[in-house]
């Protein structure tokens, strides 16, 4: 405590922002400027336009940007059922049960995100469950990786919330599932609007199972954000990055504002 002085606050303060302006502030203020840079023969664009980003939201890319909210919600709102669900179950079960279901749920976090698109590949390659080539194999694998983040929030809320309300509810002649709909459920609210954002912005940004997985007719944003920059198309790539930025914005305010609701109920 000695030590912590105003100087070394000040000095901490300095290098933490040095940090933040290179790796997280510089990269995004040059994604930024290469959207709407016309030329780029210098340290900073020789000319500025909005072609790039028009064109990113038109024919083709606007269409990629479709599929990806499509499936960041599609995803979210599995993510959310199944993970709600584990959580409840896994925190009535014995303890055993609970740590299988613990070790289960957060497996796919163990893998790298590529070998899971490679295992689904092969696991849906063929009948009876025929799902290569199609949209529903790109929204299992965004499930899977998403839903080890909703399980972990939800199941915290989980621990965290006070059990004699529903001992309560239940000794004033409520049944299960009213209990479940007016006491438990409500107080997994916040987490639960929580993990829906987490699971957008994480299946709006994934891009390595569904770089195994995606079909010609289900192409995620990110992927092509990838092909784009593969052949060259830097402004482009550029542009449509910082529509992917903006959405993931849009969603992540949009649950932190339901978040919001859902805690002061």
């Known amino acids: 405590m000695l030590l912590w002085t105003r100087g070394s606050r000040i000095a901490v303060r300095v290098v933490f922002a040095v940090l933040f302006t290179v790796v997280v502030a510089a990269p995004l203020v040059m994604i930024v400027l290469a959207a709407v840079a016309g030329s780029w023969t210098g340290v900073l664009p020789g000319a500025f336009t909005a072609a790039h980003l028009g064109e990113a939201l038109s024919g083709e890319n606007l269409a990629s940007l479709s599929v990806s909210v499509q499936t960041g919600l599609i995803a979210s709102a599995g993510s959310v059922l199944l993970g709600t669900w584990a959580a409840l179950a896994a925190a009535s079960a014995p303890p055993r049960l609970r740590r299988l279901a613990d070790t289960l749920f957060h497996l796919p976090i163990a893998v790298p995100s590529v070998v899971l698109g490679l295992a689904l590949l092969v696991a849906f390659s063929r009948p009876p469950v025929l799902l290569n080539g199609t949209r529903w194999i790109v929204l299992l694998g965004h499930l899977l990786i998403v839903l080890p983040f909703t399980y972990s929030t939800v199941s915290a809320a989980c621990r965290r919330a006070d059990p004699q309300l529903a001992l309560v509810a239940e000794s004033l002649g409520a049944g299960p599932v009213r209990v479940l709909l007016r006491v438990r459920l409500p107080l997994l609210l916040p987490s639960m609007a929580a993990s829906v954002g987490l699971a957008l912005a994480m299946s709006l940004g994934e ?46 305010l949009l649950t932190g504002l339901a978040r919001g609701r859902a805690a002061e109920r």
Request: proline share 7%; charged share 10%.
């Open 207 to 252: 891009l390595g199972a569904t770089m195994m997985l995606y079909p010609p007719d289900w192409q995620t944003l990110p992927t092509r954000i990838f092909a784009l920059a593969d052949r060259g198309h830097v402004f482009l790539a550029a542009a449509g990055t910082v529509v992917l930025l903006g959405t993931t914005l849009a969603g992540a």
